[in-house]
């Protein structure tokens, strides 16, 4: 399984990015996608997840800014952020989660200045 991440970029707080993650390869139709974020001197942390169920997940510091979302039949995850500010700066990575297995995307850096 391969994921592809795109839609990173530079913002000014306040503005909006939609990332998207396709996934490529043999995976199982019952999945977990997510995105989770690095920032400059922190740990990795969960941002949102969605089952292919359509149930839903946010960090508490995201929640009424972010809404994620997915096309199962393209098996793409998407990443709306909206009212983004300087903290959401960070490489974003997506995850699938299939049973016990765990793939990684590579990071897309999202940048919000003040």
């Known amino acids: 399984v391969q994921l592809q991440a795109s839609g990173g970029g530079l913002v000014q707080a306040g503005g909006s990015l939609r990332l998207s993650c396709a996934a490529s390869g043999s995976i199982l139709s019952s999945n977990v996608m997510g995105w989770h974020r690095q920032g400059p001197g922190k740990q990795r942390e969960l941002v949102a997840a969605i089952t292919s169920g359509g149930n839903t997940r946010y960090a508490d510091s995201v929640k009424g800014r972010f809404t994620i979302s997915r096309d199962n039949s393209k098996n793409t995850v998407y990443l709306q952020m909206n009212s983004l500010k300087p903290e959401d700066t960070a490489a974003y990575y997506c995850?699938?989660?299939?049973?016990?297995?765990?793939?990684w995307g590579q990071g897309t850096q999202v940048t919000v200045s003040s």
């Open positions: 995850k699938v989660s299939v049973r016990s297995y765990e793939y």
